[in-house]
């Protein structure tokens, strides 16, 4: 008989109270970057007319993040307009932060900026009707054992402090050279693990909460795990997809709806 494999343990845990919110958006995976404009612009236009009063980004918000003060150099034009897009945002509804496996390097000088609430991964909300379980999702993805082997790595102080030490052209080259790999990857026509079901229901379980909702796997959808349990996905956007991809989970009124986010086309 196998040996179980062992279940990731479930960190203490942040609550939320979302109760007094009548609207609530959910998003990840967008992967802003400058050389998608069209991105970046449905996301500014979303996030300055939705009628939310919180937004919740879980993770992979951007392409590559490799480090706050990115925001004071020449080179970070891109990086400060984003911000400005939280900051503008920021002033009329609440805006929560869970770091993924692409931005997790964001740190309080981000947050700071961008006037926004950083999360711990995973942390709960609670809505008027129930529980709800909030991750970027990659800690869950078990099959993927390299990935998580570096996960494990750079999300390590002591490597994040050498990593940070760098000169930042060298920091930003390095990102380059690991996007570049990731997408040879797609390319090949690899696949990526899934979220490993066991490992979901444990975590929901120690958090007595009934959903958990993430991102990261860029498959969107709804799935039973049984026992009145469901994990839900968050899409990624890809606006020059065919038809092009992008929606943000809402919570109205206790109602859950996927609305699709419209191309706008940068000038």
């Known amino acids: 008989m196998a040996a179980q494999r062992p279940l990731p ?15 609530i958006d959910f998003l ?11 991105n970046f612009k449905a996301w500014a236009q979303h996030m300055a007319s939705t009628p939310a009063q919180a937004v919740f980004i879980l993770g992979d918000l951007f ?5 706050d003060d990115v925001l004071a150099c020449d080179n ?6 984003c911000v400005a897009v939280l900051q503008q945002a ?8 869970l770091c993924g496996n692409r931005d997790f390097l964001t740190g309080e000088g981000f947050a700071k900026a961008a006037h ?14 129930q529980c709800v379980l909030l991750s970027h999702g990659d800690r869950l993805c078990l099959d993927d054992h390299d990935y998580q082997q570096f996960r494990q790595e750079v999300r390590s102080s002591a490597w994040q ?6 000169p930042l052209s060298e920091r930003q080259a390095i990102a380059q050279g690991l996007r570049q790999q990731s997408k040879t990857r797609k390319q090949s026509g690899a696949t990526y693990a899934d979220v490993d079901a066991a490992a979901a229901r444990h975590w929901l379980a120690q958090a007595q909460a009934q959903v958990l909702l993430h991102g990261h796997t860029h498959r969107p959808g709804d799935h039973d795990l049984g026992d009145g349990l469901s ?31 419209l191309p706008q086309r940068a000038a």
């Open 116 to 129: 926004l609430r950083a999360l711990p991964d995973p942390c709960v909300l609670q809505t008027a009707e």
């Open 76 to 81: 970070g034009v891109f990086e400060r307009e």
């Open 161 to 166: 402090h050498a990593f940070l030490s760098r």
């Open 28 to 38: 990840s995976d967008l992967h802003l970057q400058a050389s998608e404009p069209d």
């Open 63 to 67: 392409e590559v993040w490799v480090g």
């Open 231 to 261: 994990r839900w996905v968050l899409s990624d956007w890809d606006l020059h997809a065919q038809p092009p991809r992008g929606e943000v989970l809402r919570c109205e009124q206790g109602l859950w709806s996927r609305v699709p986010v």
């Open 9 to 23: 343990p479930l960190p203490p845990l942040q609550r939320v109270d979302a109760r007094a919110w009548r609207c």
């Open 90 to 97: 920021a002033q009329r509804l609440s805006i929560f932060w």
